[in-house]
């Protein structure tokens, strides 16, 4: 095999290898971005629930929306800078 053969080997398997990384780095995003959305939906009807007057009266009931809520906040900042870090 001559140096120029070798050459085109290895740029062939770095390239594949390259695409493959990439592949796999856009399919992480859009798994991210899923659960992003999914998780803005839950907070969105955490909230809307705190509003209601019967659950607003039930103390026990806020703590636990509350809870719950702070819970999938806590997690969308995580998958946030999750997200910004894979996408640079």
Not at 12 to 29: A, F, T
Not at 62 to 74: D, F
Request: some cysteine; proline content about 1%.
């Amino acid at each position: 095999m001559t140096q120029s053969e070798t050459l085109e080997k290895t740029s062939y398997h770095q390239d594949k290898e390259s695409k493959k990384l990439d592949r796999q780095r856009k399919r992480k995003l859009e798994e991210i971005e899923s659960r992003i959305e999914e998780l803005e939906e839950q907070i969105q009807d955490y909230e809307d629930e705190l509003c209601k007057p019967e659950v607003f009266q039930d103390h026990e009931k806020v703590l636990e929306i509350n809870l719950k809520n702070e819970k999938a906040k806590s997690e969308l900042e995580q998958l946030m800078e999750d997200w910004a870090e894979i996408a640079e």
